[in-house]
């Protein structure tokens, strides 16, 4: 009998991808309650003027700033990767949050609009923050359900969105230098 291959559409892929995780982690926290506590670490080096180059994990990606922000534009922007990991955080959400609800989601696009005043980055108004003063989050959902049914899901990932927790909540930093002898 020849080997019957089973093609899985995106949605059905999706939908076993997220019950495998789901029940996976299900399971380890359950028998290693401490498994549930992760760390995750990210490294940066400069490079050309206040461009940085990346490595998180196995990826690696570089940042900079325009020009105007004394950037070569190289790559995207600090604050256009914090805004990228934002919606890219809410898509990961919906997508669980709706397989777990049972709610049908066909698509899912999301927008962020942060507006950032650059008088505080510079330090020329100290009364004005240096990050982002709001972000505006714009979600489209494609599917068959009801308005009500998508609020629920909204709801269930301001609630559980790890980035969006991190904007929306403080979170404390400590900060240390080691000074090192220039080459």
Known sequence: ???????????EDRAQRLQEAGAGWGERISAAPHSAQLTFS?????FDSVATNIRAGKHTFSVDEPAALGGSDVAASPVEYALAALVSCQV???RLYAQNLGIQVDDVQIT??????VRGLFGIDTSIRPGFSSIDLKVQIAGPESA???EELRQAV???CPVLDLFANPVPVTTSVQVTEAN
Do not use: C, F, I, K
């Open 42 to 46: 990210v490294q940066g080096e400069g």
């Open 1 to 11: 009998m020849p080997n019957a291959t089973t093609t899985l559409s995106v949605a």
């Open 148 to 150: 009500e049914r998508y």
């Open 92 to 94: 990961v959400v919906y």
């Open 158 to 160: 301001d609630a559980h």
């Open 112 to 117: 962020a609009d942060g507006q950032l005043d």
